[in-house]
């Protein structure tokens, strides 16, 4: 069974940086594309950036300056990094298989709230 | 980036009506638009990819259908356990962009 589970602080204080863990067992991450995403209050949802099973990346252009994503290989993790954080930056944070192909697997989401 | 413009909002409904939840694109998307189900406190549950192909698992009450810049998702008989928000994603050209969502509600 592919599970995916994101970890991190849930509270981040404005102007410091964002970052998250997404641990994912029982698919390689050296297929496929995975990303991250998020959900503001309110529902919007938007889909942050990815990182290929060659580790090459791509990035929503509305974050473009400010977001990084990595792995770890030897450990099966992909990595989020958000800079100069704000308020706006509340959100549930998700990370997911990218939404090609038949195969559709998500985590269960951590909430990440920007407050000083 | 591709506008996804979900119709409606809000849908109240009773068990047993079919739906009809819309998506339209700012621009062609060749059929590379998938339909979630989300639940309070639950991930994402994709019910249908690139259109029409619905997910292992998902009742066939679900259906998909569209082309060009126009998606329609479609249940054919609401059940209790549907009632939920209903979003779409495009993924035809990247930053992959969503609907803004479709709270369905019990009348």
């Known amino acids: 069974e592919v599970q995916l589970q994101e970890s991190g602080p849930g509270l981040v204080k404005p102007s410091q940086s964002l970052s998250l863990t997404c641990s994912v067992t029982g698919y390689s991450i050296t297929s496929n594309y995975w990303g991250w995403i998020r959900k503001f209050p309110g529902n919007k949802m938007e889909w942050m950036g990815y990182i290929s099973y060659s580790g090459s990346t791509s990035y929503n252009p509305s974050l473009k300056s400010r977001i990084s994503i990595t792995r770890d290989t030897s450990k099966n993790q992909f990595f989020l990094q958000l800079n100069s954080v704000t308020t706006e930056d509340t959100a549930t944070y998700y990370c997911?298989?990218?939404?090609?192909?038949?195969?559709?697997?998500w985590g269960q989401g951590v909430m990440v709230t920007v407050s000083s | 980036d591709i506008q996804m413009t979900q119709s409606p909002s809000f849908l109240s409904a009773s068990v047993g009506d079919r739906v009809t939840i819309n998506c339209k694109a700012s621009?062609?998307?060749?059929?590379?638009l998938n339909w979630y189900q989300q639940k309070l406190g639950e991930a994402p549950k994709r019910l249908i990819y690139?259109?029409?192909n619905l997910q292992t698992g998902i009742p066939s009450r679900f259906s998909g259908s569209g082309s060009g810049t126009d998606y329609t998702l479609t249940i054919s008989s609401l059940q209790p356990e549907d009632f939920a928000t209903y979003f779409c994603?495009?993924?035809?050209?990247?930053?992959?962009?969503f609907g803004g969502g479709t709270k369905l509600e019990l009348k």
């Open positions: 994603l495009q993924h035809n050209s990247f930053p992959w962009t």
């Open positions: 621009q062609n998307i060749n059929k590379y």
């Open positions: 690139n259109t029409n």
């Open positions: 997911a298989k990218s939404p090609g192909g038949y195969r559709d697997y």
